[in-house]
């Protein structure tokens, strides 16, 4: 099993940035691809980005493409996402995900079997 812990969130202006980091314990968090989702209130928790086990492939939401980046440290046990030029709409709880055994990213919350209890962001306009 697997647990994780964000940080990170809170209130940032439009235009500012924001890196959201994974604490990961538990079985060998270098095993599997990570996810970020996120999820504001009424609406379907939604994909942000995803990464290798390696870190050699990403995969990003066209909502943050260009504006994120998302990283991880396995010697750390660690998962990150910066992002910039934040917009109201990026608003939502963020929620890391982990795959576990499975090495490659996935866009589909259903593939990801652990997950953490979400930091929540807000961008002020």
């Known amino acids: 099993q697997v647990q994780l812990v964000e940080s990170g969130g809170g209130l940032v202006q439009a235009g500012g940035s924001l890196t959201l980091s994974c604490a990961a314990s538990?079985?060998?968090?270098?095993?599997?691809?990570m996810g970020w989702f996120r999820q504001a209130p009424g609406k379907e928790r939604e994909f942000v980005a995803a990464i290798g086990r390696n870190s050699f492939s990403t995969v990003y939401a066209d909502s943050v493409k260009g504006r994120c980046t998302m990283s991880r440290d396995n010697d750390k046990d660690m998962l990150y996402l910066q992002m910039n030029s934040m917009k109201p709409e990026d608003t939502a709880a963020y929620y890391c995900?982990?795959?576990?055994?499975?090495?490659?990213?996935?866009?589909?919350?259903?593939?990801?079997?652990?997950w953490g209890q979400g930091t929540q962001v807000t961008v002020s306009s």
């Open positions: 538990g079985r060998a968090f270098s095993r599997g691809a």
């Open positions: 995900a982990s795959r576990q055994v499975v090495w490659t990213p996935s866009t589909d919350k259903k593939d990801y079997l652990y």
